[in-house]
């Protein structure tokens, strides 16, 4: 008789041993489906010596009940979850859960019934059937997809089928993808670009780990660099993975992709429609998808036969998860790497602290690209201090700034405001008695939305309309607005420069890919003057007639003072400067500022990068943070504060007595309430000799903690809040 362990995706169970029926055929790495008491569960044969379980006797082993007709999970995938699942602390059902597919992936085949428009011109138009046509076109899905698409009833549009509006297609669920064509449009790269491009290629023919770190400045063609690697890959037929922090940024990529490919990649990230997810997944187990785009969570798909990994903008922290497994998508694609043995390419203008040092170290290969392309200059960068240039009662940009903005209007160029703020204002107060908007979920204000007249918590995401009168005095009109937001910059410029066609561009105003589009669009043809905009505008985008960047307030990320806030600010601001000046004309840089002497400023201001890496780098070392120490934080959260505060407390009482380990904490987190839930914190800093992981199991496990608590444990965490 043969029998098998699972690894099953309940992450309270963990491992169970099945028997294999008479003529089954499973291989570790199997996706399987067992009998749990009377429900089924989904698991993936895995070796029995890698997963501790309690043995069963053989005469009560139950039988598998099925396998899933596809191919068996690889070891290298199997090595990965078990790597990240141990570094992070976290279940091994939770990581694999991340390989797999729907359910309906797993089974495959098949066809679905689509929709899409006829052409047909409606007998009875209603203003719910005139939004349809308009939204529809060119769109293809079910009805369920097309009626959230269009926002009308999915009976209005099953009326609209049988008017004849719209027509069924039957599509296969399996179709194949086009294939990338290396010889599309290979471009003809400078001298530097050539020899960066040429070890990339190289790499990737001699199929072995390689960590690069690609550091070029903003507008240095990184991306044409990487491609030539990519192309390489798929000429070999091999597949690739690239990693993209935000969605915002896909949109930007799928077109120069398919410039220089002829064809789109294929797409990876969780809001895609169910059937693209599907398709995706089958196309990537079985090697049939040649270059896959997606967010960090396309990190852990199956891929059949991987040759290459990107993490474009690798410094940015949206890599980091920050629920469920909070991994590092940068640290593990470089895991990922080693275990298929390929290169892997970490592109940035600002890499993270942590990737300088190990290319210090010679551990990556730096791979430098110093000059923008096609002769364009660095932008000019200076701090306006707004002490000397304050701006006017009630307004926020200095003098100097509006006027570099006129002088872009009146040349036809165009201008870009930073301020990592959405919406109006951060803060709304009574003016009579002093009341403020708090959210009653978060410690954190309510945020004016002067578009959508609501008042809204970015954290837990409680929305009110924006009040009349004051709630707790009853006065009418006696709110004022604290502080700016993107919204509130982009009134100020409409009421300075009134003939100015401004932008507002934030995750509330780009929400899709139409939007995205669009905005590129019109941006691209110059029916933009003004860009105000949110961290979504710093990065990616290349407007040739952007001459002048004016950062708000340069101080903004500076404020809470974590471990990162330094280096996050001095990222953000250089990418954001970096839109400026990549034509023939060059660019100016204004930060607005209350700090010019601050280091980060300063170093920004002098154009000084390699000075500003030198002073984090040595005062990370004297405080023994990342890269030369380890933090790990663990949160404790419940909706019973005194619960959350006692748990706490009793993980403090036993903190481990070790002399490379030291723990701070427990106290109330900076955000100590969050969507309902009161949360503390305690931070550990660990020498790099600690055996970190196992300290933290042998500290939590002997808990039992009750089940309305939460402890979350967080390795090299990123958000300390
Ligand atoms: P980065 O990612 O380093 O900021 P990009 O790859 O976005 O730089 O390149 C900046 C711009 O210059 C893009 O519009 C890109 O198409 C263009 N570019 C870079 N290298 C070349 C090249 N060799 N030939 C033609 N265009 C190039
Ligand atoms: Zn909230």
């Not at 091994?92 to 859960?97: D, E, N, Q, T």
């Not at 700016?484 to 995750?507: C, K, L, N």
């Not at 900076?670 to 305690?682: I, S, T, V």
Request: hydrophobic share 45%; charged share 25%; aromatic share 6%.
């Amino acid at each position: 008789m043969q029998r098998v362990r699972l690894l099953v995706f309940n992450a309270a169970l963990g491992a169970l041993d099945y028997r294999v029926p008479d003529g089954m055929q499973v291989e570790v790495g199997s996706v399987v489906v067992a009998p749990l008491g009377p429900r089924q569960i989904l698991g993936i044969v895995w070796e029995p010596e890698r997963l501790k379980t309690q043995e069963v006797p053989e005469a009560k082993l139950r039988p598998l009940l099925e396998v899933m007709p596809v191919p068996p999970l690889p070891a290298e995938l199997r090595r990965l979850i078990e790597w990240t699942a141990d570094y992070y602390c976290a279940s091994l059902a939770g990581v694999a859960r991340m390989a797999l597919g729907s359910t309906g992936a797993l089974r495959g085949g098949g066809t679905t019934t689509e929709y899409r428009l006829t052409g047909a011109e409606p007998a009875r138009m209603t203003p719910q059937r005139a939004a349809a046509l308009d939204a529809l076109q060119g769109e293809q899905g079910s009805i369920r997809e097309l009626a959230e698409l269009a926002s009308v009833s999915e009976g209005v549009l099953r009326g609209m089928v049988g008017a004849g509006l719209l027509e069924a297609v039957l599509v296969d669920l399996d179709r194949p993808y086009p294939t990338p064509r290396p010889e599309h449009a290979p471009p003809d790269l400078n001298p530097g670009q050539r020899e960066a491009s040429d070890t990339l290629v190289a790499a990737v023919a001699k199929r072995k780990f390689a960590p690069f770190l690609l550091d070029g400045v903003t507008g240095s063609g990184k991306t044409e660099c990487y491609f030539e690697a990519v192309a390489e890959a798929v000429r070999e037929g091999r597949q690739v993975l690239v990693l993209l922090p935000e969605i915002a940024l896909t949109e930007n990529f799928l077109r120069r992709f398919e410039q220089r490919f002829g064809v789109a990649p294929v797409l990876w990230h969780s809001s895609r429609k169910a059937s693209e997810r599907r398709r995706a997944w089958r196309a990537i187990v079985h090697g049939q998808a040649q270059v896959v785009v997606g967010a960090r969570s396309a990190l852990f798909l199956p891929f059949a036969d991987l040759g290459l990994i990107i993490v474009d903008e690798a410094h940015e922290v949206s890599f980091k998860q920050d629920d469920g497994v909070r991994y590092n998508a940068r640290d593990v694609a470089v895991i990922r790497a080693r275990f298929e043995q390929v290169p892997v390419v970490l592109a940035s203008a600002t890499p993270a602290l942590e990737s300088m040092q190990l290319a210090e170290a010679g551990i990556y290969t730096r791979i430098e690209l110093p000059d923008r392309f096609g002769g364009a200059s660095m932008p000019d960068i200076a701090a306006l201090d707004l002490r000397k240039h304050p701006p006017e009662r009630g307004r926020w940009l200095a003098p100097p700034v509006v006027e570099a903005m006129q002088q872009r209007l009146e040349r036809g160029e165009q201008s870009l405001l930073f301020l990592n703020r959405r919406g109006y204002a951060p803060l709304t107060l009574c003016r009579n008695c002093g009341y403020r908007f708090q959210c009653p979920n978060c410690s954190a204000w309510l945020v004016e939305h002067r578009f959508s007249q609501r008042l809204a918590c970015h954290h837990c995401g409680h929305e009110v309309p924006a009040p009349e009168t004051c709630p707790d005095c009853g006065t009418a009109d006696c709110l004022v607005a604290c502080g700016p937001g993107v919204e509130r910059i982009a009134d100020e410029v409409a009421e300075i420069m009134p003939e100015a066609r401004v932008a507002v561009v934030t995750s509330d105003t780009l929400g899709n890919a139409e939007a995205v589009n669009a905005f590129v669009a019109a941006a691209e043809e110059g029916a933009i003057d003004v860009i105000v905009g949110t961290q979504l505008v710093t990065k990616g985008y290349h407007f040739p007639e952007l001459t002048f960047v004016g950062v708000v307030d340069a101080d903004l990320g500076l404020e809470g003072g974590d471990l990162r806030a330094a280096e996050r600010t001095y990222q953000q601001i250089a990418q954001v400067a970096g839109r400026a000046g990549r034509g023939e004309k060059p660019g100016e840089v204004l930060l607005q500022t209350r700090h010019p002497e601050a280091s980060v400023i300063a170093a920004l201001a002098a154009g000084d990068r390699d000075s500003f890496y030198t002073a984090e780098t040595s005062a990370r070392r004297d405080a023994g943070a990342p890269p030369f120490g380890r933090w790990a934080a663990i949160i404790v959260s419940s909706e019973d504060q005194a619960e959350a505060r006692d748990v706490a407390r009793a993980i403090g009482g036993r903190a481990p007595d070790a002399p490379d380990i030291v723990v701070f904490g427990p106290a109330p987190a900076p955000m100590a309430l969050l969507r309902g839930r009161y949360r503390f914190r305690l931070l550990i800093n660990a020498r790099r000799s600690a055996e970190l992981q196992r300290t933290l199991r042998e500290w939590l496990d002997p808990f039992d903690f009750p089940r309305s608590v939460r402890v979350n444990i967080d390795v090299d965490p990123y958000s300390f809040v």
